[in-house]
T-cell receptor
Framework: DTGVSQDPRHKITKRGQNVTFRCDPI?????LYWYRQTLGQGPEFLTY????????KSRLLSDRFSAERPKGSFSTLEIQRTEQGDSAMYLC?????????????FGPGTRLLVL | AQSVSQHNHHVILSEAASLELGCNYS??????LFWYVQYPGQHLQLLLK??????LVKGIKGFEAEFIKSKFSFNLRKPSVQWSDTAEYFC????????????FGSGTRLQVQP
């Protein structure tokens, strides 16, 4: 399978703990995106990388959230001191780069539950 | 800030019925428009997209959408739905300003009864 992969698929943690999610984009896609989706809502943009550079960040990305893409391939999203309001599906997407308005291809997501 | 509205939150149809799902956005500039579908237990998949040119766009599985700039709309249509079209449908907009973020609507859950 050559699609976007995410790990883990599910994560249950206690409030106050730190969690880290990983995303592997489609090979040779140089753009990578993180979104968050809560129940009954569409995905909300969090941040975007072009290669290893983080170029856009949403105001939703509080200082407890950090994302990296150190070698321009896989990316990690870390949430520190988790809160119950962080419970959501975290989606990763990638795109090949180049044309404006190109298609973003989504992974299966990591479902986070904070107790 | 731009927003995307999907007014139909839950639609129930019988097989062979026609489908139209509404999508309106609030931005006066150039936009790129997408419809994504999420089948039960699966990840988001692209149905169709509009960047420029012919405002009537055809996608996979017999879906089409029409961009009406004057109405800020990009409605999704299918002349005859099947049980396998049961899914959640999301409209998304990307501003043609160099930003990459997609803004999604809240989704429409379609249930097709056999």
């Amino acid at each position: 399978d050559t699609g976007v992969s995410q790990d883990p698929r599910h994560k249950i943690t206690k409030r106050g703990q730190n969690v880290t999610f990983r995303c592997d984009p489609i090979s040779e896609h140089n753009r990578l995106y993180w979104y968050r989706q809560t129940l009954g809502q569409g995905p909300e943009f969090l941040t975007y990388f072009q290669n290893e550079a983080q170029l856009e960040k949403s105001r939703l990305l509080s200082d407890r959230f950090s994302a990296e893409r150190p070698k321009g391939s896989f990316s990690t999203l870390e949430i520190q001191r988790t809160e119950q309001g962080d419970s959501a599906m975290y989606l990763c997407a990638s795109s090949p780069g180049g044309l404006q308005g190109e298609t973003q291809y989504f992974g299966p997501g990591t479902r986070l539950l904070v107790l | 800030a731009q927003s995307v509205s999907q007014h139909n939150h839950h639609v129930i149809l019988s097989e062979a019925a026609s489908l139209e799902l509404g999508c309106n956005y609030s931005y006066g500039g150039t936009v790129n428009l997408f419809w994504y579908v999420q089948y039960p237990g699966q990840h988001l998949q692209l149905l169709l997209k509009y960047f420029s040119g012919d405002p009537l766009v055809k996608g996979i599985k017999g879906f089409e959408a029409e961009f009406i700039k004057s109405k800020f709309s990009f409605n999704l249509r299918k002349p005859s739905v099947q049980w396998s079209d049961t899914a959640e449908y999301f409209c998304a907009v990307n501003l043609d300003t160099g930003r990459r973020a997609l803004t999604f609507g809240s989704g429409t859950r379609l249930q097709v009864q056999p």
